[in-house]
């Protein structure tokens, strides 16, 4: 009896490190230090494609923290950044009106609806089939793609820059602004509540 349970916990550990090394050989193998059924939206930040956990931050103060560690990863995916200056001259750029300059707004659907740069488009990574019908065939379209979330530590925007691009969308035209949504208010740039489009703006500050 003794041997048999040996045995079969032998097979169990022996499965085990199976698991573990094929899951982190593969390419899309699971990072196994992030939350993949976030209850706030807050998950850690992964560096530089490691399952290293960086210092997890709650995006209710998000804007307080330096988003140097976001920065990191996305030169890490050769994606580029833009900052605050540089998206409120963009956002001002008259191919915005032509839908060759796009801007997207990788937060779930409350957050967008409470607030968003004005013209956002919307695309959650963790739930792109809601939104690809709409944003993608704009951003196959435009020239520039700006995509943002809440700023800091928040790394949706990241997140689903990658996933534009992995649905091929050349990662020349991907621009990620670090500074997201909290960096933009404190700015005192407009802000547009509920829909795309609906014209209905936050009072200015």
Request: overall charge neutral.
């Amino acid at each position: 009896m003794r041997t048999v349970f040996l045995e079969g916990l032998l097979i169990a550990v022996a499965g085990a490190v199976l698991a573990f090394a094929a899951n982190a050989l593969s390419p899309r193998g699971l990072a196994l230090g992030r939350n993949y059924f976030p209850g706030d939206r807050t998950r850690p930040l992964t560096s530089s494609g490691s399952n290293r956990v960086a210092t997890v931050t709650s995006r209710t103060n998000a804007a307080a923290v330096k988003p140097d560690l976001v920065a990191e990863q996305v030169r890490a995916e050769g994606l580029r950044l833009v900052d605050g200056n540089q998206m409120a001259s963009l956002f001002r750029d008259p191919r915005c009106e032509q839908g060759l300059l796009i801007i997207i707004d990788a937060r779930s659907d409350a957050h967008y609806q409470e607030g968003h740069i004005p013209g956002a488009y919307q695309l959650d990574h963790f739930y792109p089939e809601r939104y690809l019908a709409t944003t993608l065939p704009a951003c196959q379209t435009a020239e520039q793609i700006l995509v943002y979330c809440n700023g800091g530590t928040c790394d949706d925007s990241l997140q689903t820059a990658i996933f534009l691009r992995d649905a091929g969308i050349p990662r020349e035209r991907l621009f990620i602004y670090v500074g997201g949504i909290a960096e933009w208010k404190e700015k005192g740039l407009p802000v547009e509540i509920g829909a795309r489009k609906s014209g209905s703006m936050l009072p200015a500050k």
